[in-house]
């Protein structure tokens, strides 16, 4: 069975600044992937960054990068120069279908 | 290109009436998912088609729920009798292929509320 806790159900950050939303999973599988996708509003999922749990290097994509750290099996977010925009619900996901955690809330304060 | 679409985006209905909800994925996506979304938790799947087939179907109430893909490309969610706790957001999502890197896109969603 898979598993993801986001121990952060909300959190703020000032407009311009980084912040890390954190990510651990439990898994079985010697090889997997994990995703973060962002929800707005609107209810819509866009996803926003994958890492391989081979992968050597961490993940980036703009202003997302992932901070992997297998052997602590956390996968953490972290948003560098935050945007207004970036105020949504963030989900960290294991696996190709099947586990979402729980989901922080980020509120981005001008 | 364009994203999965859903319709309708938003419907009212009471207890033990139906509804039905559609999706069409993204063109060539070969992979279709149905997800069930309960307000304050994260997406839970409900239903994975490849193409036409099921693939995982095992957390889908089937006393109520029921889904078609029958041409591999639409599909449809069916909830028959609804119940109060079926509200929630129906999120339909494609990829390419089945495999672990691969990215899901996710239609904007069906808002469902039981009354």
């Known amino acids: 069975a898979q598993k993801i806790t986001q121990t952060q159900p909300g959190m703020f950050v000032q407009e311009k600044e980084a912040v890390t939303l954190d990510c651990t999973y439990d898994t079985s599988d010697p090889s997997y992937g994990l995703f973060w996708y962002k929800q707005p509003s609107s209810g819509e999922m866009i996803f926003l960054i994958y890492q391989g749990s081979y992968d050597q290097q961490n993940a980036t994509e703009g202003r997302y990068s992932l901070n992997f750290q297998k052997a602590r099996k956390s996968a953490n977010l972290v948003i560098s120069a935050s945007q207004l925009g970036d105020s949504a619900m963030y989900f960290c996901?294991?696996?190709?279908?099947?586990?979402f955690g729980p989901g922080t809330r980020l509120s981005v304060l001008p | 290109e364009a994203g999965v679409a859903q319709s309708p985006r938003y419907k009212i209905i009471e207890k033990r009436q139906s509804v039905a909800f559609w999706c069409n994925p993204i063109s060539g996506h070969a992979t279709l998912y149905w997800y069930q979304q309960i307000l304050g938790q994260g997406p839970k799947l409900l239903i994975q088609?490849?193409?036409?087939?099921?693939?995982?179907d095992s957390q889908l109430p089937k006393d109520r729920f029921s889904a078609e893909r029958l041409k591999g490309v639409d599909s449809t969610l069916k909830i028959q009798p609804a119940k109060l706790e079926d509200s929630a957001v129906y999120l339909c999502a494609s990829s390419i292929i089945l495999g672990r890197g691969n990215t899901i896109y996710f239609g904007e969603g069906s808002w469902l509320t039981v009354v």
């Open positions: 996901k294991i696996g190709q279908n099947f586990v």
């Open positions: 088609f490849q193409n036409n087939g099921v693939v995982d």
